[in-house]
C-alpha cells in the first residue's frame, strides 16, 4: 500500500487530468474518454466477500431511510451498506451546512465499529444542486436543462453539484433523471429533460460524467444514480392504483417501444460509467419494475451490460404484493441488489425476511453474492475501501459552498434554458432606463415557487426557502439604472403610467403524486394579474413559472412577450438577464406545448401534430 501523501499526489494528478480532458472535449468534442469498467474490481471484491457471513452481506444489501433508523448503532450491528436522507430527512441537530457533515461523520464513524470496516455510502436527491441543504445553489430543474441543448453545460452544472455534495461528505446522488414523459399532466414531467428519447439520450451521458468526475475514484466524484428504470414517464393517465393518475402507473407499450423511448438515456447513462440505477415504482405491462427479470436481469445487466448495482425506490418493494416477505423475494430474485426501506424499524424486518428467504432456498446464494459484489465494485471504485483514505468528509470544500463561482454556473444555466415563446412589438428586451417598471404575480417575488418541489423539503413550498437567492423582482431591481423605478403589486393592479409591465405566474411547488392534474389551465389569479396590467395599457412581458407546458388561454393574447422559464432556482438574476438583453434567448423547447387539454397525450410523433408552439420552438431577440 502506498503512503497517505503519495496518494495525494496521485489523486491530485487524477484531478488536474480531469480539468484537462474537460476542457479537451470542449474544443475538440473528441470521445470522451471510456471509464474503467466496474467488474474489473472482481478480484478485490471476491477476496472481502469470501470473508463475509450472510448477516454482513445481507446488510451490504440495505439502505434505510436516516429519520427511521431509530438507534444509531443499527448501523453496526446491522451491517449496513447504506443510508439515505428523504427529501424530508434533516440532521438532527438541523439543516445546516455544518451540521450535514457532521451528520455524515458520525454515521460514517458507526461504519468503523464493525469488524470488516466497509464504509456506507450515504444517497441523497441532489436533482437540481445539494438540494436539501439550506444555502447550497439551486439550479433549474430538469426540463429547463433540457431546453439549454447544452451537453457540457449539463455536465458543469452535475459537478458542481457534485463538489456540493461532497462538502457534506456524501457521496451518492439519486439522479440524474432519465425519464421521458410523454404525458405532461403527470406531475413530475420536470425531474425530466425530455419527451424526446433522443434529447434524454444526449444529456445523460454529461449528466453522469458531471456527477462522478474524472471517474469514481475522483475524491470530488458522486456516484451518480439513473432514475427510474423503465418507463416511468409513459404511463396512462388515471392508469395507477388508488386513482393517483400518473404517477407510478402502468407504461403499456411493447417492447420495441419501450427500447426505442424509455431505454435511451440508460444506454448513454451506462457507457459514460453509471454506477448505481433506480428501477421505478411504475409498471410496464402490468408488472411492477421492481419485480420485472426481464427488465432488470435481462435488459439492464445481461443485453445492456450495467455492471454497477440496483437501488429500490423508496419502500418501492412493498408494493409488489401484500406479503411483505414474498415481495422482497420476487424483487431480489428479479434483480434488485440493494432495498431502500424506509419506516419505523423497516430495515429490521427487510434484513430478517431477505435471510430467512435464503435459509428457506427461496434466494438463492449466488443471487446474494451477485448483489454484494455490484455494491463491492462501486464501494472498491470510489476508493472507499482504501485504508489510506479518510472517508470522513473534506471540509475544505465547504468554502465554495453556495459560493459566487457556483451561482455564476446556475445564472448562466438559467439564461439558456429561457424559451421565448412570443415577442410582438419588440416587446423585448427591456430598457434599463426605463422611468417605471411594474412587476407583478405571484412568482414574481417568491424563491420557494421559482425552486419548485425537491427544494429543502420534499414537496417544496413557496416563500423564502433558502437563504442566498435571487427573485425576479429582486433580479430586476439589481439592473435597472437609478432613474428607474419599479413598483410591484401581486394582483397586477397598479400599473397605469408604468413604461412596461412584467408578470410572473404559474404554478407552486410539488413532486410525486401531487401534481398529477387532469388540467393544466392557468389559475384565474394569474390570468387576472396579466389582465390587470394589460387594462393598465402598458406592453405587458409574461414570464411563465412552471413544471412544465400550461394552456395559456388568453394570457398569450394579452402578452406581448411571454418566456418560458421552468422552474429556474435560486438565481433569478439569470432572468433579468434575458430580459434586459443582456444575454439572447438561446433555449428552444424540450417538450411540445398543447393548445388545449383535449389534445394530450400530445409528443412530435402524435398524430395530426398540431401544438401551440412546437417541439423546438423558441425565438431570439
Ligand atoms: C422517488 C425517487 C427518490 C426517492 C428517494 C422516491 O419516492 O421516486 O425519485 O430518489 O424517493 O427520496
Ligand atoms: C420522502 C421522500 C420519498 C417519499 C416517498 C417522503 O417522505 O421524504 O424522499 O421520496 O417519501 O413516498
Not at 16 to 43: E, G, K, N
Not at 529 to 553: F, H, Y
Request: charge should be neutral.
Amino acid at each position: 500500500m502506498k503512503n497517505a501523501a503519495h496518494l495525494r499526489v496521485i489523486l491530485a494528478a487524477g484531478a488536474a487530468a480531469v480539468a484537462c480532458s474537460v476542457l479537451f472535449h470542449a474544443v475538440t468534442s473528441a470521445a470522451p474518454p471510456q471509464p474503467r469498467p466496474l467488474s474489473s474490481y472482481d478480484p478485490d471484491v471476491k477476496k472481502l466477500l469470501a470473508q463475509m457471513t450472510l448477516d454482513e452481506k445481507i446488510g451490504q444489501m440495505t439502505q434505510p431511510d436516516y429519520s427511521a433508523i431509530g438507534d444509531q448503532s443499527d448501523i453496526e450491528n446491522y451491517f449496513l451498506g447504506s443510508v439515505l436522507s428523504g427529501g424530508d430527512t434533516d440532521p438532527r441537530a438541523g439543516n445546516t451546512l455544518q451540521a450535514w457533515t457532521d451528520h455524515y461523520d458520525s454515521v460514517q464513524a458507526h461504519t468503523q465499529k464493525t469488524r470488516l470496516r466497509i464504509p456506507i455510502l450515504y444517497g441523497v436527491d441532489a436533482v437540481h444542486g445539494h438540494n436539501n441543504v439550506l444555502g447550497a445553489v439551486v439550479f433549474p430543474h430538469d426540463i429547463g436543462l433540457g431546453c439549454t441543448r447544452n451537453p457540457a453545460l449539463v455536465e458543469k452544472v452535475e459537478r458542481i453539484t457534485a463538489e456540493e455534495v461532497r462538502a457534506t461528505g456524501i457521496q451518492w446522488a439519486f439522479g440524474p433523471c432519465v425519464t421521458v414523459p410523454q404525458d405532461i399532466r403527470w406531475g413530475r414531467t420536470y425531474e425530466g429533460f425530455s419527451e424526446d428519447p433522443a434529447l434524454v439520450k444526449e444529456l445523460a451521458g454529461p449528466a453522469v460524467r458531471g456527477f462522478q468526475g474524472a471517474g469514481l475514484r475522483d475524491p470530488l466524484a458522486v456516484l451518480a444514480c439513473a432514475k427510474h428504470f423503465a418507463g416511468d414517464g409513459g404511463t396512462a393517465f388515471g392508469s395507477s392504483q388508488g386513482g393517483r393518475g400518473l404517477d407510478q402507473g402502468d407504461t403499456k407499450v411493447d417492447e420495441a417501444t419501450l427500447r426505442k423511448v424509455h431505454l435511451q438515456g440508460y444506454i448513454s447513462a451506462i457507457q459514460a460509467g453509471v454506477g448505481s440505477i433506480m428501477p421505478s415504482y411504475s409498471s410496464w405491462n402490468g408488472v411492477k419494475a421492481s419485480a420485472s427479470r426481464r427488465l432488470l436481469t435481462e435488459i439492464l445487466k445481461g443485453e445492456l451490460g450495467f455492471q454497477g448495482f440496483l437501488i429500490s425506490d423508496y419502500n418501492a418493494i412493498d408494493q409488489i404484493t401484500r406479503d411483505y416477505k414474498e415481495a422482497i423475494g420476487i424483487s431480489i430474485n428479479a434483480g434488485m441488489d440493494m432495498g431502500m426501506v424506509a419506516g419505523n424499524a423497516r430495515h429490521r424486518e427487510y434484513i430478517a425476511d431477505l435471510k430467512a428467504l435464503v435459509g428457506e432456498g427461496k434466494v438463492p446464494m449466488a443471487r446474494i453474492d451477485d448483489a454484494v459484489t455490484r455494491i463491492l465494485r462501486v464501494k472498491f471504485a470510489m476508493g472507499l475501501m482504501d485504508n489510506n483514505r479518510s472517508q470522513l468528509a473534506d471540509r475544505a470544500l465547504q468554502k465554495s459552498f453556495g459560493s459566487p463561482e457556483h451561482r455564476a454556473v446556475a445564472r448562466d444555466a438559467v439564461r439558456q434554458s429561457l424559451v421565448l415563446l412570443k415577442n410582438d412589438k419588440k416587446a423585448l428586451p427591456l430598457s434599463k432606463k426605463a422611468a417605471r417598471i411594474h412587476v407583478a404575480g405571484k412568482n414574481a417575488d417568491d424563491l420557494g415557487n421559482q425552486c419548485g418541489g425537491w427544494t429543502i423539503t420534499w414537496q417544496g413550498r413557496s416563500g423564502n426557502v433558502t437563504p442566498g437567492g435571487t427573485t425576479i423582482l429582486a433580479a430586476i431591481k439589481n439592473t435597472v439604472g437609478n432613474d428607474t423605478q419599479v413598483t410591484f403589486s401581486k394582483d397586477g393592479t397598479g400599473a397605469a403610467g408604468a413604461t412596461v409591465g412584467v408578470v410572473a405566474i404559474g404554478e407552486t411547488p410539488y413532486a410525486e403524486g401531487r401534481g398529477d392534474r387532469a388540467d393544466l389551465a392557468l389559475a384565474k389569479e394569474d390570468l387576472d394579474a396579466v389582465s390587470n396590467m394589460k387594462s393598465a395599457g402598458i406592453p405587458v412581458v409574461t414570464i411563465l413559472i412552471s413544471d412544465r407546458p400550461m394552456i395559456l388561454g388568453d394570457a398569450l393574447d394579452k402578452s406581448d412577450a411571454l418566456v418560458a422559464a421552468w422552474l429556474p432556482g435560486t438565481e433569478g438574476q439569470g432572468v433579468a438577464d434575458v430580459l434586459f438583453g443582456d444575454f439572447k434567448p438561446t433555449g428552444k423547447l424540450s417538450f411540445s406545448w398543447p393548445r388545449a387539454m383535449a389534445q394530450l397525450p400530445l409528443n412530435m410523433n402524435s398524430p395530426n401534430y398540431d401544438p401551440l408552439f412546437k417541439y423546438g420552438y423558441g425565438l431570439s431577440y
